[in-house]
């Protein structure tokens, strides 16, 4: 609980101090008028270091919960087939030792089921910096696309064309940006 409220902690220093050092070289009426449309991709991403820091700059809150949940998520399994492979591995060291134990596996099976619980650690490992890493790039690819308009004048218009010169037709393809 300690660590959770630590990194909370962080975050909202991290966020409340670079955004006062970069109010500081920009007059007030400037920030005010382009700040809105405007967000660094580069401080993004140096946010995006606390997962989640880079969403709350990008103004997309919705997907912190995400990037959270999918981290708690793959931290838990990281432990849990951690502690799974040490329980099957040390349980065969064990026994090729001599040591009576009180599971009801044959060796072959503690194998296969260490090296089970090993390759489910290392796949977790793999989603978790997967997800820290995708955090990083959703970050930055969010302030890219911060000032992108859409116009709501976009329409699609597909109908048949018959050409009237020749005996052939179509279909038409009408975009409207």
């Given at each position: 609980m300690n660590i959770l409220k630590?990194?909370?902690t962080t975050i909202f220093i991290l966020l409340f101090?670079?955004?006062?050092?970069?109010a500081q070289n920009i007059?007030?009426?400037y920030k005010l008028r382009n700040m809105e449309k405007h967000k660094s991709p580069k401080k993004a991403a140096i946010l995006s270091i606390i997962p989640g820091a880079g969403q709350f700059y990008t103004e997309k809150y919705w997907k912190i919960p995400i990037i959270y949940s999918a981290l708690i998520t793959s931290a838990y399994y990281?432990?849990?087939n951690n502690d799974q492979y040490k329980m099957y591995k040390n349980?065969?060291?064990n026994r090729m030792n001599g040591q009576d134990d009180d599971i009801d596996y044959t060796n072959n099976e503690l194998i296969?089921?260490?090296?089970?619980?090993?390759?489910?650690?290392?796949i977790s490992v793999m989603l978790f910096s997967l997800t820290y890493l995708l955090n990083i790039i959703d970050a930055s690819v969010n302030a890219h696309l911060f000032e992108y308009e859409v116009n709501e004048n976009l329409s699609?218009?597909?109908?048949?064309?018959?050409?009237?010169?020749?005996?052939?037709?179509?279909i038409a393809l009408n975009i409207r940006i």
């Open positions: 630590g990194i909370i101090t670079t955004n006062n050092i970069y007059s007030s009426d990281i432990n849990d349980t065969y060291l296969i089921l260490k090296d089970h619980y090993k390759r489910n650690r290392e699609i218009q597909i109908r048949p064309v018959k050409m009237i010169d020749s005996h052939h037709t179509g």
